[in-house]
Protein backbone atom coordinates (compact mmCIF):
# COMPACT_ATOMS: atom_id res chain seq x y z
CA UNK A 1 0.00 0.00 0.00
CA UNK A 2 1.17 3.73 -0.76
CA UNK A 3 1.83 5.21 2.24
CA UNK A 4 0.03 8.08 2.91
CA UNK A 5 2.72 10.18 4.73
CA UNK A 6 6.90 9.45 3.84
CA UNK A 7 9.43 11.54 6.12
CA UNK A 8 12.80 10.34 4.90
CA UNK A 9 16.46 11.34 6.84
CA UNK A 10 14.70 14.45 7.69
CA UNK A 11 17.32 17.30 9.77
CA UNK A 12 16.37 20.21 11.84
CA UNK A 13 18.82 22.34 12.96
CA UNK A 14 17.77 25.15 15.84
CA UNK A 15 19.81 27.83 16.78
CA UNK A 16 21.19 27.87 13.28
CA UNK A 17 21.09 31.63 12.86
CA UNK A 18 23.37 33.96 11.32
CA UNK A 19 25.22 34.65 14.82
CA UNK A 20 25.90 30.94 15.77
CA UNK A 21 28.58 28.88 15.08
CA UNK A 22 28.36 25.06 13.81
CA UNK A 23 29.07 23.26 16.59
CA UNK A 24 26.18 25.54 18.40
CA UNK A 25 23.76 24.12 16.48
CA UNK A 26 21.50 21.68 18.42
CA UNK A 27 20.12 19.27 16.41
CA UNK A 28 16.55 18.67 16.99
CA UNK A 29 16.04 15.68 14.33
CA UNK A 30 18.99 13.95 12.84
CA UNK A 31 18.04 12.15 9.89
CA UNK A 32 14.29 10.90 10.84
CA UNK A 33 13.15 8.01 9.19
CA UNK A 34 9.10 7.67 8.71
CA UNK A 35 6.21 6.32 6.93
CA UNK A 36 2.62 5.98 7.89
CA UNK A 37 -0.18 4.23 5.67
CA UNK A 38 -3.69 5.51 5.27
CA UNK A 39 -6.31 4.75 7.68
CA UNK A 40 -3.83 3.51 10.67
CA UNK A 41 -2.49 4.70 13.70
CA UNK A 42 1.07 5.09 14.08
CA UNK A 43 2.51 5.84 17.54
CA UNK A 44 5.63 7.69 17.84
CA UNK A 45 7.09 7.09 21.12
CA UNK A 46 10.06 8.79 23.04
CA UNK A 47 10.85 10.39 26.12
CA UNK A 48 11.08 14.17 26.25
CA UNK A 49 13.75 16.02 24.47
CA UNK A 50 14.14 13.46 21.94
CA UNK A 51 12.42 15.10 18.90
CA UNK A 52 8.63 13.99 18.77
CA UNK A 53 7.26 17.51 19.01
CA UNK A 54 10.05 19.13 16.34
CA UNK A 55 8.62 15.99 14.25
CA UNK A 56 5.29 17.22 14.47
CA UNK A 57 5.69 20.67 13.50
CA UNK A 58 7.90 20.23 10.40
CA UNK A 59 4.90 17.86 9.21
CA UNK A 60 2.38 20.33 10.10
CA UNK A 61 4.62 22.82 7.88
CA UNK A 62 4.39 25.09 11.14
CA UNK A 63 8.63 24.45 11.08
CA UNK A 64 10.69 24.14 7.90
CA UNK A 65 13.25 21.53 8.00
CA UNK A 66 17.04 21.94 7.36
CA UNK A 67 17.18 18.95 5.10
CA UNK A 68 15.76 15.95 4.09
CA UNK A 69 11.98 15.63 2.61
CA UNK A 70 8.39 15.08 3.42
CA UNK A 71 5.88 13.80 1.48
CA UNK A 72 2.00 13.93 1.30
CA UNK A 73 0.08 11.67 -0.74
CA UNK A 74 3.08 11.58 -2.94
CA UNK A 75 4.22 15.28 -3.31
CA UNK A 76 7.06 16.42 -1.37
CA UNK A 77 6.14 19.44 0.69
CA UNK A 78 8.99 21.72 0.37
CA UNK A 79 8.50 21.77 -2.96
CA UNK A 80 4.87 23.83 -2.71
CA UNK A 81 4.69 27.52 -2.29
CA UNK A 82 2.14 29.69 0.17
CA UNK A 83 0.02 29.21 -1.75
CA UNK A 84 -0.10 25.69 -2.46
CA UNK A 85 0.65 25.07 0.75
CA UNK A 86 -2.92 27.13 1.96
CA UNK A 87 -4.71 25.06 0.42
CA UNK A 88 -2.79 21.50 1.30
CA UNK A 89 -3.15 22.69 5.29
CA UNK A 90 -6.24 21.10 5.97
CA UNK A 91 -5.32 18.15 4.85
CA UNK A 92 -3.10 17.67 7.88
CA UNK A 93 -3.96 18.69 11.21
CA UNK A 94 -2.36 19.00 14.64
CA UNK A 95 -3.56 18.61 17.99
CA UNK A 96 -1.17 20.33 20.30
CA UNK A 97 -0.93 19.04 24.30
CA UNK A 98 -2.58 21.98 26.15
CA UNK A 99 -5.66 22.64 24.75
CA UNK A 100 -5.00 25.62 27.61
CA UNK A 101 -2.82 27.16 25.44
CA UNK A 102 -4.01 26.09 21.99
CA UNK A 103 -7.63 27.21 22.33
CA UNK A 104 -7.59 31.37 22.38
CA UNK A 105 -8.97 31.92 25.83
CA UNK A 106 -10.80 34.61 24.77
CA UNK A 107 -13.00 32.97 22.27
CA UNK A 108 -16.42 31.36 22.50
CA UNK A 109 -16.29 27.45 21.44
CA UNK A 110 -18.78 27.78 18.97
CA UNK A 111 -16.10 30.86 17.80
CA UNK A 112 -13.09 28.49 18.06
CA UNK A 113 -14.71 25.20 15.93
CA UNK A 114 -15.63 27.50 13.10
CA UNK A 115 -12.59 29.48 12.64
CA UNK A 116 -11.08 26.86 10.26
CA UNK A 117 -14.27 27.23 8.21
CA UNK A 118 -13.54 31.58 8.39
CA UNK A 119 -9.94 31.16 7.56
CA UNK A 120 -10.61 28.76 4.80
CA UNK A 121 -13.52 30.78 3.35
CA UNK A 122 -15.45 27.23 3.24
CA UNK A 123 -19.05 27.44 3.07
CA UNK A 124 -21.63 30.20 3.38
CA UNK A 125 -22.14 32.12 6.98
CA UNK A 126 -25.35 30.45 8.38
CA UNK A 127 -23.89 27.06 7.31
CA UNK A 128 -20.95 27.50 8.89
CA UNK A 129 -22.54 27.99 12.35
CA UNK A 130 -24.66 24.56 11.06
CA UNK A 131 -21.75 22.54 10.64
CA UNK A 132 -19.56 24.02 13.39
CA UNK A 133 -22.81 22.50 15.73
CA UNK A 134 -22.24 19.45 14.21
CA UNK A 135 -18.98 19.17 15.03
CA UNK A 136 -19.20 20.01 19.07
CA UNK A 137 -22.01 17.35 18.99
CA UNK A 138 -19.56 14.80 17.47
CA UNK A 139 -17.07 15.65 20.35
CA UNK A 140 -20.04 15.68 23.28
CA UNK A 141 -19.95 18.97 23.54
CA UNK A 142 -23.48 20.68 24.66
CA UNK A 143 -25.21 23.75 22.92
CA UNK A 144 -24.73 25.56 25.93
CA UNK A 145 -21.20 24.69 26.55
CA UNK A 146 -21.05 26.34 22.76
CA UNK A 147 -21.22 29.86 23.70
CA UNK A 148 -19.04 29.75 27.01
CA UNK A 149 -15.43 31.00 26.28
CA UNK A 150 -12.55 28.73 26.05
CA UNK A 151 -11.33 29.15 29.65
CA UNK A 152 -14.36 28.52 31.26
CA UNK A 153 -14.37 24.60 30.40
CA UNK A 154 -12.88 21.63 31.91
CA UNK A 155 -10.02 20.28 30.80
CA UNK A 156 -11.43 17.34 28.95
CA UNK A 157 -14.05 19.74 26.92
CA UNK A 158 -10.95 21.45 25.86
CA UNK A 159 -9.22 18.51 24.28
CA UNK A 160 -12.31 17.34 22.70
CA UNK A 161 -13.23 20.84 21.56
CA UNK A 162 -9.51 21.22 19.53
CA UNK A 163 -10.05 17.47 18.23
CA UNK A 164 -13.37 18.94 17.13
CA UNK A 165 -11.60 22.55 15.47
CA UNK A 166 -8.80 19.61 14.16
CA UNK A 167 -11.56 17.42 12.37
CA UNK A 168 -13.21 20.65 10.96
CA UNK A 169 -11.64 20.88 7.68
CA UNK A 170 -11.94 16.81 6.72
CA UNK A 171 -8.73 16.42 7.49
CA UNK A 172 -6.53 12.50 5.73
CA UNK A 173 -4.06 13.12 9.06
CA UNK A 174 -4.42 13.81 12.02
CA UNK A 175 -1.15 14.35 14.34
CA UNK A 176 -1.86 13.96 17.85
CA UNK A 177 1.24 15.63 19.74
CA UNK A 178 0.62 13.99 23.59
CA UNK A 179 -2.35 15.56 23.14
CA UNK A 180 -3.45 13.05 26.09
CA UNK A 181 -0.64 13.32 28.48
CA UNK A 182 -1.90 16.53 30.18
CA UNK A 183 -5.03 14.94 31.08
CA UNK A 184 -6.28 12.38 33.95
CA UNK A 185 -6.91 8.80 33.69
CA UNK A 186 -10.74 8.84 33.08
CA UNK A 187 -10.56 12.05 30.64
CA UNK A 188 -7.96 9.92 28.80
CA UNK A 189 -10.07 6.91 28.34
CA UNK A 190 -12.94 8.56 27.11
CA UNK A 191 -10.69 10.79 24.70
CA UNK A 192 -9.52 8.01 23.60
CA UNK A 193 -12.57 5.54 22.45
CA UNK A 194 -13.50 9.06 21.36
CA UNK A 195 -10.18 9.20 18.50
CA UNK A 196 -10.95 5.50 17.85
CA UNK A 197 -14.70 5.98 17.20
CA UNK A 198 -13.65 8.75 14.83
CA UNK A 199 -11.00 6.86 12.75
CA UNK A 200 -13.66 4.26 12.05
CA UNK A 201 -16.36 6.70 11.01
CA UNK A 202 -14.31 9.09 8.90
CA UNK A 203 -11.18 6.85 7.59
CA UNK A 204 -8.60 8.95 9.81
CA UNK A 205 -5.16 8.51 9.98
CA UNK A 206 -3.58 9.29 13.57
CA UNK A 207 0.43 9.92 13.94
CA UNK A 208 -0.02 9.63 17.80
CA UNK A 209 3.15 11.40 19.45
CA UNK A 210 3.71 10.07 23.08
CA UNK A 211 5.71 9.30 25.94
CA UNK A 212 3.56 6.63 27.02
CA UNK A 213 3.19 2.85 25.84
CA UNK A 214 0.48 2.05 27.80
CA UNK A 215 -1.82 4.58 25.23
CA UNK A 216 0.16 3.59 22.39
CA UNK A 217 -0.80 -0.50 22.88
CA UNK A 218 -4.30 0.83 23.43
CA UNK A 219 -4.54 2.78 19.97
CA UNK A 220 -1.26 1.85 18.07
CA UNK A 221 -0.81 -0.85 14.62
CA UNK A 222 2.26 0.51 14.15
CA UNK A 223 5.17 1.74 16.43
CA UNK A 224 7.96 4.37 16.16
CA UNK A 225 10.54 5.01 18.85
CA UNK A 226 13.05 7.53 19.13
CA UNK A 227 15.38 9.05 20.56
CA UNK A 228 18.01 11.56 20.24
CA UNK A 229 16.25 12.79 16.82
CA UNK A 230 16.30 9.57 15.17
CA UNK A 231 14.06 6.57 14.93
CA UNK A 232 15.49 3.99 16.66
CA UNK A 233 12.87 1.11 16.30
CA UNK A 234 9.85 0.79 14.43
CA UNK A 235 7.17 -2.11 13.13
CA UNK A 236 4.29 -3.45 14.06
CA UNK A 237 2.89 -2.39 17.68
CA UNK A 238 3.26 -6.39 18.84
CA UNK A 239 6.72 -6.70 17.76
CA UNK A 240 7.77 -3.47 18.99
CA UNK A 241 6.08 -4.01 22.66
CA UNK A 242 7.01 -7.92 23.31
CA UNK A 243 10.10 -8.13 21.18
CA UNK A 244 12.35 -4.69 21.40
CA UNK A 245 15.44 -4.53 19.81
CA UNK A 246 16.34 -1.32 20.83
CA UNK A 247 18.32 -0.47 24.01
CA UNK A 248 15.82 3.13 24.39
CA UNK A 249 13.08 1.01 23.68
CA UNK A 250 13.84 -1.38 26.31
CA UNK A 251 14.96 1.42 28.90
CA UNK A 252 11.19 3.34 28.17
CA UNK A 253 9.29 -0.25 28.45
CA UNK A 254 10.85 -0.75 31.71
CA UNK A 255 10.11 2.64 32.64
CA UNK A 256 5.86 1.83 31.75
CA UNK A 257 4.49 1.55 35.79
CA UNK A 258 2.25 -1.25 35.71
CA UNK A 259 0.92 -3.54 37.97
CA UNK A 260 2.68 -6.47 39.97
CA UNK A 261 1.40 -9.63 40.76
CA UNK A 262 -0.71 -9.51 43.68
CA UNK A 263 0.37 -11.38 46.71
CA UNK A 264 -0.54 -14.86 47.04
CA UNK A 265 -2.64 -14.35 49.90
CA UNK A 266 -4.91 -11.96 48.28
CA UNK A 267 -5.92 -13.88 45.28
CA UNK A 268 -8.09 -16.47 46.98
CA UNK A 269 -9.52 -14.31 49.51
CA UNK B 1 -6.50 40.22 48.92
CA UNK B 2 -8.85 43.08 47.94
CA UNK B 3 -10.72 42.71 44.81
CA UNK B 4 -8.48 45.43 42.41
CA UNK B 5 -10.26 48.51 41.63
CA UNK B 6 -12.79 48.62 38.36
CA UNK B 7 -10.67 50.31 35.27
CA UNK B 8 -14.45 51.62 34.28
CA UNK B 9 -14.71 53.74 37.89
CA UNK B 10 -11.51 56.11 37.55
CA UNK B 11 -12.31 55.95 33.59
CA UNK B 12 -15.44 57.75 34.58
CA UNK B 13 -13.71 60.22 37.22
CA UNK B 14 -11.61 60.95 34.36
CA UNK B 15 -14.17 61.68 32.11
CA UNK B 16 -15.73 63.95 33.89
CA UNK B 17 -12.56 66.18 34.91
CA UNK B 18 -11.53 66.21 31.15
CA UNK B 19 -15.46 67.16 30.69
CA UNK B 20 -14.73 70.80 32.82
CA UNK B 21 -11.76 71.46 31.16
CA UNK B 22 -13.22 70.73 27.36
CA UNK B 23 -16.12 73.16 28.82
CA UNK B 24 -13.75 75.83 30.10
CA UNK B 25 -16.05 78.59 28.37
CA UNK B 26 -18.62 77.30 30.54
CA UNK B 27 -17.15 76.92 33.70
CA UNK B 28 -14.70 79.87 33.10
CA UNK B 29 -15.98 83.20 34.40
CA UNK B 30 -14.14 85.21 31.66
CA UNK B 31 -12.01 85.36 28.90
CA UNK B 32 -8.84 83.78 29.25
CA UNK B 33 -7.21 86.62 27.04
CA UNK B 34 -8.84 89.53 28.45
CA UNK B 35 -6.59 92.25 30.61
CA UNK B 36 -7.57 94.39 33.32
CA UNK B 37 -4.34 96.44 33.68
CA UNK B 38 -5.56 98.13 36.78
CA UNK B 39 -6.24 94.87 38.66
CA UNK B 40 -2.60 93.01 38.76
CA UNK B 41 -1.75 89.94 40.69
CA UNK B 42 -5.09 90.46 42.84
CA UNK B 43 -5.18 87.41 45.20
CA UNK B 44 -7.85 85.10 45.34
CA UNK B 45 -10.82 87.14 46.78
CA UNK B 46 -13.58 85.18 49.01
CA UNK B 47 -17.17 84.37 48.65
CA UNK B 48 -19.14 85.60 51.03
CA UNK B 49 -22.75 84.71 52.69
CA UNK B 50 -22.78 86.86 55.67
CA UNK B 51 -22.51 90.42 55.24
CA UNK B 52 -19.80 92.77 57.61
CA UNK B 53 -22.84 93.77 60.11
CA UNK B 54 -23.60 90.24 60.00
CA UNK B 55 -26.91 90.20 57.74
CA UNK B 56 -27.44 86.45 56.31
CA UNK B 57 -27.66 87.30 51.89
CA UNK B 58 -29.03 84.43 50.18
CA UNK B 59 -27.36 85.05 47.23
CA UNK B 60 -23.61 84.82 47.45
CA UNK B 61 -21.31 87.92 47.28
CA UNK B 62 -18.24 89.06 47.69
CA UNK B 63 -16.41 92.53 48.37
CA UNK B 64 -14.25 94.41 45.85
CA UNK B 65 -10.40 94.74 46.81
CA UNK B 66 -8.82 98.25 47.48
CA UNK B 67 -5.20 99.12 48.05
CA UNK B 68 -4.56 98.49 51.83
CA UNK B 69 -3.01 102.46 52.92
CA UNK B 70 0.42 102.70 53.05
CA UNK B 71 1.01 99.48 51.20
CA UNK B 72 1.47 98.89 47.20
CA UNK B 73 0.73 95.88 46.51
CA UNK B 74 -1.26 94.31 49.66
CA UNK B 75 -5.08 94.23 49.07
CA UNK B 76 -8.51 94.49 51.35
CA UNK B 77 -11.39 94.12 51.14
CA UNK B 78 -13.92 97.29 50.96
CA UNK B 79 -16.88 96.16 52.78
CA UNK B 80 -19.03 99.35 51.46
CA UNK B 81 -20.65 98.01 48.71
CA UNK B 82 -21.24 94.62 47.78
CA UNK B 83 -21.45 92.76 44.56
CA UNK B 84 -23.75 89.76 43.84
CA UNK B 85 -22.37 86.81 41.83
CA UNK B 86 -25.02 85.57 39.17
CA UNK B 87 -25.13 81.85 38.38
CA UNK B 88 -25.61 80.61 34.83
CA UNK B 89 -25.18 84.32 33.92
CA UNK B 90 -24.40 85.82 30.69
CA UNK B 91 -21.20 86.72 29.70
CA UNK B 92 -17.61 86.84 27.35
CA UNK B 93 -18.52 85.13 24.18
CA UNK B 94 -17.09 81.79 23.57
CA UNK B 95 -17.16 78.70 21.61
CA UNK B 96 -18.38 75.19 22.95
CA UNK B 97 -15.82 72.62 22.50
CA UNK B 98 -14.63 75.02 19.90
CA UNK B 99 -17.68 74.98 17.96
CA UNK B 100 -20.81 76.15 19.53
CA UNK B 101 -21.00 79.95 20.14
CA UNK B 102 -22.29 80.72 23.63
CA UNK B 103 -22.53 83.00 26.23
CA UNK B 104 -23.46 81.11 29.20
CA UNK B 105 -20.99 80.65 32.18
CA UNK B 106 -21.69 78.87 35.32
CA UNK B 107 -21.39 82.14 37.40
CA UNK B 108 -20.44 85.64 36.33
CA UNK B 109 -20.67 89.28 38.23
CA UNK B 110 -22.14 92.63 36.89
CA UNK B 111 -19.61 95.66 37.34
CA UNK B 112 -16.40 94.45 38.96
CA UNK B 113 -14.66 91.17 38.01
CA UNK B 114 -14.12 88.41 40.62
CA UNK B 115 -10.96 86.48 40.83
CA UNK B 116 -11.66 83.46 42.49
CA UNK B 117 -7.66 82.23 41.93
CA UNK B 118 -6.47 85.56 42.13
CA UNK B 119 -4.88 87.89 38.85
CA UNK B 120 -2.02 88.02 37.15
CA UNK B 121 0.81 90.50 35.94
CA UNK B 122 -2.20 91.77 33.60
CA UNK B 123 -4.90 91.42 35.25
CA UNK B 124 -6.13 88.34 33.61
CA UNK B 125 -8.15 85.86 35.76
CA UNK B 126 -6.11 82.84 36.79
CA UNK B 127 -9.32 80.23 37.24
CA UNK B 128 -10.11 80.85 33.65
CA UNK B 129 -6.60 80.91 32.44
CA UNK B 130 -6.44 77.98 34.37
CA UNK B 131 -9.08 75.87 32.79
CA UNK B 132 -8.08 77.06 29.30
CA UNK B 133 -4.74 75.96 29.71
CA UNK B 134 -6.35 72.89 30.50
CA UNK B 135 -7.07 72.49 27.22
CA UNK B 136 -4.01 72.68 25.46
CA UNK B 137 -2.03 70.97 27.79
CA UNK B 138 -4.45 67.79 28.20
CA UNK B 139 -4.73 67.83 24.32
CA UNK B 140 -0.77 67.84 23.92
CA UNK B 141 -0.45 65.02 26.31
CA UNK B 142 -3.51 62.96 24.68
CA UNK B 143 -2.07 63.74 21.14
CA UNK B 144 1.45 62.76 22.23
CA UNK B 145 0.61 60.16 23.67
CA UNK B 146 -1.74 58.75 20.55
CA UNK B 147 1.18 59.53 18.00
CA UNK B 148 3.90 57.63 20.50
CA UNK B 149 1.63 54.46 20.67
CA UNK B 150 0.34 54.17 16.70
CA UNK B 151 4.14 54.34 16.54
CA UNK B 152 5.15 52.05 19.53
CA UNK B 153 2.67 49.72 18.67
CA UNK B 154 3.33 49.68 14.75
CA UNK B 155 7.15 49.16 15.46
CA UNK B 156 7.08 46.51 18.31
CA UNK B 157 4.35 44.70 16.06
CA UNK B 158 6.97 44.51 12.86
CA UNK B 159 9.86 43.80 15.13
CA UNK B 160 8.02 41.14 17.10
CA UNK B 161 6.01 39.23 14.45
CA UNK B 162 8.27 39.64 11.78
CA UNK B 163 11.83 39.08 13.85
CA UNK B 164 15.59 38.34 12.12
CA UNK B 165 17.32 41.47 10.87
CA UNK B 166 13.96 43.63 11.20
CA UNK B 167 13.95 43.55 14.88
CA UNK B 168 17.79 43.66 15.33
CA UNK B 169 17.61 47.07 13.28
CA UNK B 170 14.16 48.38 15.10
CA UNK B 171 14.99 47.26 18.62
CA UNK B 172 18.78 49.23 17.95
CA UNK B 173 16.88 52.02 17.21
CA UNK B 174 14.58 52.01 19.90
CA UNK B 175 17.89 51.83 21.97
CA UNK B 176 19.50 54.71 20.49
CA UNK B 177 15.85 56.90 20.98
CA UNK B 178 15.74 55.67 24.75
CA UNK B 179 19.70 57.31 24.98
CA UNK B 180 19.17 60.54 23.28
CA UNK B 181 19.33 63.59 25.02
CA UNK B 182 16.04 65.03 23.98
CA UNK B 183 15.16 67.89 25.61
CA UNK B 184 18.31 69.31 23.84
CA UNK B 185 17.94 68.02 20.66
CA UNK B 186 14.53 69.54 20.87
CA UNK B 187 16.33 73.17 21.42
CA UNK B 188 18.45 72.14 18.28
CA UNK B 189 15.06 71.86 16.61
CA UNK B 190 13.95 74.89 17.69
CA UNK B 191 16.93 77.01 16.90
CA UNK B 192 16.33 76.12 13.01
CA UNK B 193 12.51 77.59 13.40
CA UNK B 194 11.73 81.07 13.07
CA UNK B 195 11.64 83.22 16.44
CA UNK B 196 8.21 83.90 16.40
CA UNK B 197 5.73 80.77 15.34
CA UNK B 198 1.64 81.06 15.75
CA UNK B 199 0.31 78.92 18.78
CA UNK B 200 -0.88 76.57 16.71
CA UNK B 201 2.19 75.52 15.11
CA UNK B 202 4.22 75.68 18.09
CA UNK B 203 1.51 73.38 19.69
CA UNK B 204 2.00 70.97 17.02
CA UNK B 205 5.47 70.94 17.18
CA UNK B 206 5.40 70.57 20.59
CA UNK B 207 2.89 66.98 20.38
CA UNK B 208 5.11 65.98 17.43
CA UNK B 209 8.53 65.91 19.48
CA UNK B 210 7.06 64.43 21.95
CA UNK B 211 5.71 61.76 20.23
CA UNK B 212 7.98 60.95 18.22
CA UNK B 213 11.02 61.07 21.07
CA UNK B 214 8.68 58.43 23.23
CA UNK B 215 7.83 55.19 21.24
CA UNK B 216 10.70 53.20 22.05
CA UNK B 217 9.38 52.23 25.63
CA UNK B 218 5.78 50.87 24.40
CA UNK B 219 7.65 49.34 20.78
CA UNK B 220 9.66 47.23 23.21
CA UNK B 221 6.83 45.99 25.71
CA UNK B 222 4.48 45.48 22.34
CA UNK B 223 7.64 43.55 21.09
CA UNK B 224 7.61 41.51 24.00
CA UNK B 225 3.48 40.45 24.21
CA UNK B 226 3.85 40.02 20.30
CA UNK B 227 7.06 37.52 20.90
CA UNK B 228 5.02 35.13 23.12
CA UNK B 229 1.80 35.63 21.55
CA UNK B 230 2.95 34.08 18.14
CA UNK B 231 4.37 31.45 19.97
CA UNK B 232 1.15 30.41 21.56
CA UNK B 233 -0.21 27.07 20.21
CA UNK B 234 -3.66 28.49 19.01
CA UNK B 235 -1.45 30.99 16.72
CA UNK B 236 0.11 27.81 15.61
CA UNK B 237 -3.16 25.93 14.93
CA UNK B 238 -4.87 28.78 13.16
CA UNK B 239 -1.56 29.09 10.85
CA UNK B 240 -2.02 24.65 10.12
CA UNK B 241 -5.51 25.64 9.15
CA UNK B 242 -3.86 27.89 6.31
CA UNK B 243 -4.23 31.65 8.16
CA UNK B 244 -2.47 34.23 6.99
CA UNK B 245 -0.08 36.90 8.47
CA UNK B 246 -2.61 39.72 8.33
CA UNK B 247 -5.14 37.40 9.64
CA UNK B 248 -3.03 36.27 12.48
CA UNK B 249 -1.94 39.40 13.30
CA UNK B 250 -5.52 40.80 13.69
CA UNK B 251 -7.40 38.26 15.49
CA UNK B 252 -5.23 36.62 17.66
CA UNK B 253 -2.13 38.31 17.87
CA UNK B 254 -3.25 42.52 18.28
CA UNK B 255 -5.93 41.21 20.95
CA UNK B 256 -3.33 40.08 23.12
CA UNK B 257 -1.15 43.57 22.75
CA UNK B 258 -4.44 45.78 23.59
CA UNK B 259 -4.39 45.84 27.53
CA UNK B 260 -1.08 47.02 27.41
CA UNK B 261 -1.32 49.56 24.87
CA UNK B 262 -4.06 50.60 27.07
CA UNK B 263 -1.81 50.36 30.38
CA UNK B 264 0.78 52.38 28.68
CA UNK B 265 -1.95 54.77 27.17
CA UNK B 266 -2.94 55.55 30.82
CA UNK B 267 0.73 56.12 32.01
CA UNK B 268 1.82 58.16 29.12
CA UNK B 269 -0.76 60.50 29.05
CA UNK B 270 0.14 62.39 32.35
CA UNK B 271 3.74 61.66 31.37
CA UNK B 272 3.47 63.62 27.93
CA UNK B 273 0.83 66.61 29.76
CA UNK B 274 4.00 67.18 32.42
CA UNK B 275 6.36 67.16 29.07
CA UNK B 276 4.26 69.56 27.64
CA UNK B 277 4.66 72.02 30.89
CA UNK B 278 7.84 71.52 30.95
CA UNK B 279 8.64 72.90 27.61
CA UNK B 280 5.94 75.82 28.02
CA UNK B 281 7.93 76.52 31.16
CA UNK B 282 11.19 76.92 28.94
CA UNK B 283 9.68 78.77 26.85
CA UNK B 284 9.82 76.14 23.61
CA UNK B 285 5.89 75.67 23.64
CA UNK B 286 2.88 77.44 23.60
CA UNK B 287 3.61 80.86 23.58
CA UNK B 288 1.70 83.96 25.18
CA UNK B 289 -1.05 85.44 25.15
CA UNK B 290 -2.67 81.43 24.75
CA UNK B 291 -2.26 79.70 28.19
CA UNK B 292 -1.34 76.36 29.19
CA UNK B 293 -0.20 74.84 32.33
CA UNK B 294 2.94 75.56 31.36
CA UNK B 295 3.50 78.51 30.53
CA UNK B 296 0.87 79.73 33.30
CA UNK B 297 4.15 78.57 35.72
CA UNK B 298 6.69 80.24 33.78
CA UNK B 299 5.47 83.73 35.76
CA UNK B 300 7.31 81.84 38.85
CA UNK B 301 10.93 82.45 36.85
CA UNK B 302 10.91 86.36 38.07
CA UNK B 303 12.15 85.98 41.71
CA UNK B 304 9.46 88.47 43.04
CA UNK B 305 6.78 86.34 41.58
CA UNK B 306 7.88 83.40 43.48
CA UNK B 307 8.19 84.90 46.88
CA UNK B 308 5.07 86.96 46.69
CA UNK B 309 2.13 85.84 45.05
CA UNK B 310 1.62 82.24 46.11
CA UNK B 311 -1.31 82.27 43.71
CA UNK B 312 0.93 81.83 40.79
CA UNK B 313 1.22 78.31 41.91
CA UNK B 314 -1.95 77.01 41.65
CA UNK B 315 -1.64 75.78 37.83
CA UNK B 316 0.98 73.40 39.50
CA UNK B 317 -2.17 72.08 41.72
CA UNK B 318 -4.67 71.81 38.55
CA UNK B 319 -2.57 68.25 37.05
CA UNK B 320 -2.55 66.41 40.61
CA UNK B 321 -6.25 65.75 40.21
CA UNK B 322 -5.47 64.45 36.19
CA UNK B 323 -2.49 62.63 37.40
CA UNK B 324 -4.16 60.60 40.35
CA UNK B 325 -6.97 59.65 37.76
CA UNK B 326 -4.86 58.41 34.98
CA UNK B 327 -1.84 56.98 37.49
CA UNK B 328 -5.06 54.95 39.51
CA UNK B 329 -6.46 53.54 35.81
CA UNK B 330 -2.91 52.52 35.03
CA UNK B 331 -2.97 50.19 37.92
CA UNK B 332 -6.24 49.19 37.88
CA UNK B 333 -5.61 48.13 34.34
CA UNK B 334 -2.45 46.29 34.85
CA UNK B 335 -4.36 44.31 37.95
CA UNK B 336 -7.19 43.25 35.38
CA UNK B 337 -4.43 42.22 33.10
CA UNK B 338 -2.17 40.20 35.70
CA UNK B 339 -2.56 36.46 35.05
CA UNK B 340 -4.69 35.67 38.08
CA UNK B 341 -7.84 36.50 36.32
CA UNK B 342 -9.95 33.40 37.73
CA UNK B 343 -9.28 35.34 41.42
CA UNK B 344 -10.84 38.13 40.48
CA UNK B 345 -14.05 36.43 38.55
CA UNK B 346 -14.43 34.45 41.76
CA UNK B 347 -14.58 36.97 44.21
CA UNK B 348 -12.62 36.68 47.06
CA UNK B 349 -13.00 38.89 50.11
CA UNK B 350 -10.37 37.54 52.15
CA UNK B 351 -9.74 41.02 53.84
Given at each position: MQPLLKVENLVKHYGAGRSARSKDKLAALDGVSLSVLPKTTTALVGESGSGKSTLALCIACLEHPTSGSISFEGIDLASLDENQLRLLRPQIQLVFQDPASSLNPRWTALEIVSEPFFVQRRYSKPDRAVRALRLLDRVAISRKMA???????SGGQKQRLAIARALALEPKLII?????????CSVQAQISNLLLELQASLGLTYLFITHDFGMAAHLADQIAVMDRGRVVESGSAENVLYSPNHEATRALLAATPRFSEPPAELVHA | MTRPPKPTKWLVVLLLLHGIVAAAGFFAPYDPIEQDRERPYFPPMRIHLIDAHGHLHLRPFFYPLRLRE???DRYEEDTATTIQLRFLASGARYRLLGVVPARLHLFGTAGSRIYLLGSDAYGRDQLSRILYGGQVSLLAGLLGAGVTLLLGALIGVAAGYFGGWRDELLMRLAELFLALPWLYLLFALRAFLPLAVSPLEAFLLVVVVIGMVGWARPARLVRGVVLSAKERDFVRAARGFGASNLYLLQRHILPETASVVLTQAAILVPQFVLAEMTLSFLGLGVPEPTSSWGNLLATLQQYNVLVSYWWMYLPALAIVPFFLGYLSLASALQERASPYKIEEKTNWNLS
Open positions: ARSACELLDEALSALD | GSF
